[in-house]
């Protein structure tokens, strides 16, 4: 594939994104993982980004009798006529989160060992399920979320402090399901792929212990009530063991993964003729840092052809992180763009999108943003310094002024972030 023009290289990168997402769909992936009908009754829950349109799937590809509910993130919502679908907020909780959460605790009430529950949990499924534990108020959960989200903390780290303030995380909502047979679909959006770190592990056990939680509000210097700090000091704030009864009749499955999003992409590489390298699907750390070390391996390639040779794609995910300082708006996708951009100082032949796969970076309905190698001379033009941006954390006002933003609306999937670099 032959680039002739800047928009035919930016075009070129937003079909990769676009196949990402695509193999990612649940309509993709979810089919080949039902299980056969069960003697009594098929009972369907979940929560996440991607629940309500994993539940559509089912829905249409089961053949019985089938009840439930799953919460989404609000305008995530997909139509289906026997399982209810719920809406809340993400990345903040909120009540209708709250509420979310004791339905599906009740949908699971009183099953026998003859019924069989399909749960259905993908990426943002901690916010979107914030039931306290009891003495912790859900204030008390949306401030330390709020806390933690601009700490520097990564998704594992923010994840274990969920699970031991959570009435339904760390493998409750499976003992909540005992003695059903109980299936757990996962898409995953978090490095390594942990069932436990996607959304914080409702359904299965948990090797972390309530003073791994303990550390890490220290570490980060979060201040938090005397009321959680009492939960936190009792057996009740303990997440499930994997000795735990409420496992033994449980099996969960990851369907859709950052890995296979950034194969689909690949494929579409070498497809135009170029050569992929997939860097890594778990890549953690402050953005703007991994920004400059991609940046200076653009530039290793560039003038030495070291690692890899040009015209070729560098692709890679993960969860970055970002500590926020300023008072601006953005997000871990933004700010790796906007820092790429300063570090690559105008590279020629250059070209690199970073977004979200489900299309919400940060807290914005803006998945990421696309760069050129003329990006910054435009921002100068318009006499916006770059550099000031970035401290300020505020990308997407960056972004947005100069058109780069890149918008996908609701995706329904999410398996992480996605970055390219087109080298030519």
Not at 263 to 278: D, E, L, P, S
Not at 357 to 362: K, N
Not at 366 to 374: C, D, E, F, T, V
Request: glycine share 8%.
């Amino acid at each position: 594939m032959v680039m002739t023009s800047p928009q035919s290289a930016f075009q070129f990168l937003i079909d990769l994104l676009t196949h990402a997402i695509a193999s990612a769909q649940p309509a993709q992936q979810l089919p080949k993982y039902l299980p056969s009908p069960p003697k009594g009754r098929l009972v369907v829950i979940g929560a996440g980004k991607a629940s309500a349109a994993m539940a559509q799937v089912l829905e249409a590809h089961w053949q019985g009798p089938l009840s439930g509910c799953v919460v989404t993130r609000y305008g995530y919502e997909q139509a289906c006529t026997k399982i209810k679908i719920l809406q809340a907020s993400h990345p903040v909780p909120d009540e209708a989160g709250e509420q979310a959460a004791q339905e599906i605790l009740a949908t699971v009430a009183n099953l026998t060992i003859d019924d069989t529950v399909i749960c259905l949990i993908s990426g943002g499924g901690s916010a979107l399920l914030p039931l306290p534990l009891p003495g912790i108020s859900l204030l008390d959960k949306k401030q330390i979320t709020e806390k933690l989200l601009k700490s520097g903390a990564t998704i594992s780290e923010m994840n274990i402090v969920r699970r031991h303030l959570s009435a339904i995380k760390g493998g409750r909502l499976a003992n909540a399901c005992y003695p059903a047979q109980l299936l757990t679909l996962l898409i995953s959006d978090v490095p390594g792929d942990n069932p436990m770190d996607i959304a914080s592990g409702p359904t299965v056990p948990d090797s972390s212990t309530v003073q791994d939680a303990i550390d890490l509000l220290l570490r980060y210097q979060v201040q938090v009530s005397d009321a959680v700090w009492q939960v936190l000091k009792t057996p009740l704030a303990e997440s499930l063991k994997p000795q735990h009864i409420a496992f033994e009749r449980s099996t969960c499955i990851t369907i859709a993964t950052p890995q296979m999003a950034l194969q689909a992409a690949a494929q579409i590489v070498q497809q135009a003729g170029m050569n992929a390298y997939i860097l890594g699907d778990a890549i953690e750390g402050e953005a703007k840092d991994v920004a400059k070390v991609m940046a200076a391996m653009v530039h290793q390639i560039q003038h030495h052809q070291q690692p890899f040779q040009t015209p070729c794609v560098l692709l890679s995910g993960g969860e970055t992180t970002v500590t926020v300082k300023g008072k601006g708006r953005g997000g871990r996708n933004v700010e790796f763009m906007l820092a790429l951009a300063i570090a690559l100082k105008g590279a020629k032949n250059v070209y690199a999108l970073a977004a979200d796969t489900d299309g919400v970076d940060g807290q914005e309905e803006i998945a990421g943003a696309i760069i050129g190698p003329n990006i910054l001379e435009k921002a100068w033009q318009q006499q916006m310094n770059p550099l000031s941006y970035l401290l300020n954390n505020d990308a997407h006002t960056f972004f947005e002024m100069l058109g780069a933003s890149v918008i996908t609306g609701p995706t329904f999937t999410n398996v992480n972030d996605f970055r390219a670099i087109l080298i030519l």
